[in-house]
């Protein structure tokens, strides 16, 4: 017998690195693996770091109804073709392709994997056009999946979902953090701290605030400028170190931009995503952003004993608990901000504790292992429910278990 066939489909190759270890695993036990997605240079260094194979389709971001069109033929040309047992749709338009390329396909399990609602921010017609894809990629799907409960919660409040819910596997996250070597600041050199702020010109005892990720409006670049002039006046010793590349789409405006371009305590890192290192320079991490699926940054700064300090939204009040790993303070609100970083800039007990109790959930609830048997077993569920006949096992990785528990339409 022919081994049972799983495809990813993303919109860009780069999405695949949430998926990291995993796609491996899987290839590991017995699945035949393939990532689908843009023809890019990510793709196929992706694919071949995790020995799976690979597919491209020319696959938009944008709304492209003609270009979509033509993706969509393509891939049910593709799944035709091979076949498929599972396909595993992530991002919206990933998931609205992939979905109805697999039904129209007549793959039998079919899975949609929800990281984020864009929706949650957007306007207008653009809301509504999103909103609609949503229900389109659920509703072709035989299960929908969402990294964060709070974020499967929107879903049915925005009536997304079907009568089969959306499940959340474990307590959240896409692939959980490896803590034991990666993300573990013993394992670093016990210089590296000092190495990483000598690069910047950061004296050693100075106190420095972290960001990492996408430059953009929706992670609350604004906010956090307007809080980062108050403090620098506030705390004379204060830097500020930034991890991440402007972006195009939902632009930071212009003047935000300079005015945290031209400040000599403002560093950049640029796109550098061995981030460990970066990690140990800092103090405390801020994620002020306006929405999320389940962010990982909060899980590797928590894993690398730091506290965070993150917006109270859907996604980041699964990642951080609030007075205890970290504080969530209202979106939109730079004094809170201020308030909640000078706190932690004036204790480093305060940031010790939160920091401790960060990593030690991190290793209770988010190991890739734990994720990864949680994925396993969920695919060994959906092709039994599809009349396939398996024997119903997973690695015992942790004691945790399925979440069966559905979010009801």
Known sequence: MRPLRLVHVTTV?????????????????????????????HLQTFCKSEGIRFHPVALKRAITPLKDLVSLRSLVNYFRH?????????????????????????????????????????????RILLKNTERIAIRNATRALCVSRSVAGVAVSEHLCGDNGIGVLGHGSINGVESASRFNPRTLSHTTRAEIR???GIQEEAPVIGFVGRLVRDKGIVELAEAWHLLRNRFPALHLLIVGEFECRDSVPAAVRESLLVDTRVHWVGADWNTPPLYAA???V??????????????????????????????????????????????????????????????????????RAARERVKEYFQP????????????????????????????????????????A
């Open 286 to 355: 801020v994620l002020p952003t306006y929405r999320e699926g389940f962010p990982t940054v909060p899980l590797e700064a928590a894993a690398m004993e730091l506290p965070v300090v993150a917006t109270r939204v859907p996604g980041c009040v699964d990642a951080v608990v609030d007075g205890v790993t970290g504080v969530l303070v209202p979106p939109g609100d730079a004094c809170s901000l201020v308030a909640a970083l000078a706190a932690y800039i004036e204790s480093a007990p305060l940031r010790a504790s939160h920091g």
């Open 198 to 200: 000598g690069r910047f």
């Open 13 to 41: 190759g780069q999405s695949l690195r949430f998926l990291t270890g995993q796609l491996r695993f899987m290839q590991q036990q017995g699945f035949e693996v393939t990532a689908v997605s843009s023809p890019d240079d």
């Open 369 to 408: 292992s734990t994720m990864w048997a949680l994925v396993l077993r969920e695919y060994q569920h959906q092709l039994v429910r599809a009349g396939y006949s398996l024997e119903l096992h997973a690695p015992d990785s942790s004691k945790h278990t399925v979440d069966s528990s559905l979010f009801a």
């Open 282 to 284: 800092m103090d405390v």
């Open 82 to 126: 091979l076949k498929p047992d599972i396909v595993h749709a992530h991002t919206p338009k990933g998931g609205l392709l992939g979905m109805l390329a697999a039904r129209l396909a007549r793959v039998p399990v079919r899975i949609y994997h929800i990281h984020g609602l864009p929706l949650v921010t957007a306007r207008g017609f653009r």
